[in-house]
């Protein structure tokens, strides 16, 4: 498919969720899960120069393997239509009926655990910046009773610095970073209002081998990303002493936001309200 738009190719923000065993896909085989669907259904995407072109697909925020991703973005250049009958005004960009019709051969060659939100027109040739998001987990309250897990609440959040240990590839050292300036809030909170939840409330478990959204404690950590970097997931989970046998569903990462305020209000569907006390 192409957009007749301009002599160059546009810009298009592919608005979807990740869950399911998808989850478990890394960052790139996540973008070649996306090329993939793309080559599919058809779309010509622009492509690099060089001796290794490759096309123009990419994911701005990327998410830590065995996580689900509420909202998330990916990011395609599509070239312009090659008929001189469907070329319109330089520069304009795509109509309502070639996003419509761009979503609906898209959707049809996403993997069922790749949901397709929307398809937007995005006016600039690089990505867009993620500058936070949140972090949602359903706890076991057996291993984190609510007035434990409320006190490592207010202790780490009255506090000024948080100290971690990080260890990277590059560096055969460990480095201490003081991660609390990108932590924003932590909270408990209500059973989130989300379509994937009701859906499994009809039975215990779904058939990815989610438990129902209805037992457990949902836990909310509200974090930043910045240019000099951000908190991982691990280092959340080892400040609040969270292990994975105790979550009784796949963390889920929501409520991404955007350098662009005008895209974050597109793009953003999901709230989680804090529960009372």
């Known amino acids: 498919m192409n957009i007749s738009a301009s002599s160059e190719a546009v810009s298009v923000l592919i608005n979807f969720n990740i869950q399911g065993n998808l989850r478990y896909l ?26 290794n072109p490759r096309p123009k697909i990419s994911l701005p925020f990327p998410r830590p393997v065995g996580v689900e991703s ?18 319109q005004a330089a520069n304009q960009s795509p109509t309502a009926s070639e996003l419509s019709e761009l979503k609906e051969k898209l959707g049809r060659e ?11 027109a995005y006016p600039h040739k690089k990505p867009p ?38 260890k990277t590839p590059k560096k055969a050292e460990a480095t201490t970073l003081d991660v609390r300036k990108y932590i924003k809030s932590i909270y408990i909170c209500n059973e989130p209002d989300l379509a994937e939840c009701r859906q499994m409330q009809a039975s215990p478990t779904s058939k990815t081998g989610i438990t129902a959204c209805n037992t457990g404690i949902w836990l ?41 305020h005008l895209l974050t209000s597109v793009m953003s569907r999901y709230t989680i309200p804090a529960s009372g006390g």
């Open 26 to 51: 890394s960052h790139a085989e996540t973008l070649q899960m996306l090329r993939r669907a793309c080559g599919r259904a058809e779309l010509d995407l622009e492509f690099t120069h060089g001796f």
């Open 70 to 87: 509420l909202n998330d973005i990916c990011c395609i250049r599509i070239k312009p239509a090659n008929n001189p009958e469907k070329l």
């Open 110 to 120: 996403l993997p069922a655990d790749c949901r397709l939100l929307d398809i937007k």
């Open 129 to 166: 910046q993620p500058l936070g998001a949140t972090y949602l987990f359903q706890l076991s309250p057996t291993f984190h009773p609510p007035e434990k897990l409320k006190a490592t609440i207010e202790r780490l959040m009255a506090s000024d610095r948080f100290f971690i240990s990080r």
């Open 220 to 260: 909310c950590v509200d974090y930043s990303v910045t240019p000099a970097g951000s908190i991982r997931l691990d280092e959340i989970m080892q400040l609040l002493d969270i292990r994975p046998q105790t979550i009784n569903a796949p963390v889920k990462r929501m409520n991404i936001k955007w350098k662009n």
